[in-house]
């Protein structure tokens, strides 16, 4: 049971989109529309940003929003803001477990 | 508005028995369509899934902590817990309980977390 893949960090200036890969296999992310985003500021908890690839929940800004493509989901945040800067984690379900993706620091310049 | 919250010792001596406890309120563990989970955090590092269980029993472990991982439910007090055995330094991080959608597969809901230090 692999963790799913993320690059470690990204960046972008205010305004500017950024996205986060999150890579599985043919038995997570592949197999399932059950890809989450979770955005984690500093001390913290996780917070939900993205359920079921592509849904935001009540009061997550549409800045946010989440595709999949084969073996790989991805989070796009358009219109950058300073508030943007945390850790942000994808998790997929299995078929008797949750996977998380390692975490990628997302850096507001 | 669904809260969780975990309690718990906050230091562990190595070889002994991590115990940690989940209340929730303002939702009824009961209710189904939710598994309860645990997830830990390193220190400095990623999100790390223990395993979760449903009402009724039902448990899912980590396969990598699965031999020393128990998770348990105690509905009458809306309640669930996790003992993680013979911990080590390497079982130091935050402890999080969570609430997870078994149709959607997502954790909307997350306690504030606990720092569980193991050392003597």
């Known amino acids: 049971q692999s963790a799913l893949t993320q690059p470690p960090s990204v960046s972008g200036s205010p305004g500017q989109s950024v996205t986060i890969s999150c890579t599985g296999t043919s038995s997570d992310v592949g197999s399932y529309n059950r890809v989450s985003w979770y955005q984690q500021p500093p001390g913290t908890a996780p917070k939900l940003m993205i359920y079921?690839?592509?849904n935001r929940p009540s009061g997550v800004p549409d800045r946010f929003s989440g595709s999949k493509s084969g073996n790989t989901a991805s989070l796009t945040i358009s219109g950058l803001q300073a508030e943007d800067e945390a850790d942000y984690y994808c998790s997929s379900y299995t078929s008797s477990s949750t996977l998380f993706g390692g975490g990628t620091k997302l850096t507001v310049l | 508005q669904v809260q969780l919250q975990e309690s718990g010792p906050g230091l562990v001596k190595p070889s002994q028995t991590l115990s940690l406890t989940c209340t929730v309120s303002?939702?009824?563990?009961?209710?189904?369509?939710?598994?309860w989970s645990w997830i830990r955090q390193h220190p400095g590092k990623g999100l790390e899934w223990i395993g979760y269980i449903y009402y009724s029993g039902s448990t899912y472990y980590n396969p990598s902590l699965k031999s020393r991982v128990t998770i348990s439910v105690d509905t009458s007090k809306n309640q669930f817990s996790l003992k993680l055995s013979s911990v080590t330094a390497a079982d130091t991080a935050v402890y999080y309980c969570a609430r997870e959608n078994t149709a959607a597969g997502h954790l909307d809901y997350w306690g504030q977390g606990t720092l569980v230090t193991v050392s003597s």
């Open positions: 079921e690839v592509s």
């Open positions: 303002g939702g009824s563990i009961s209710s189904g369509g939710y598994y």
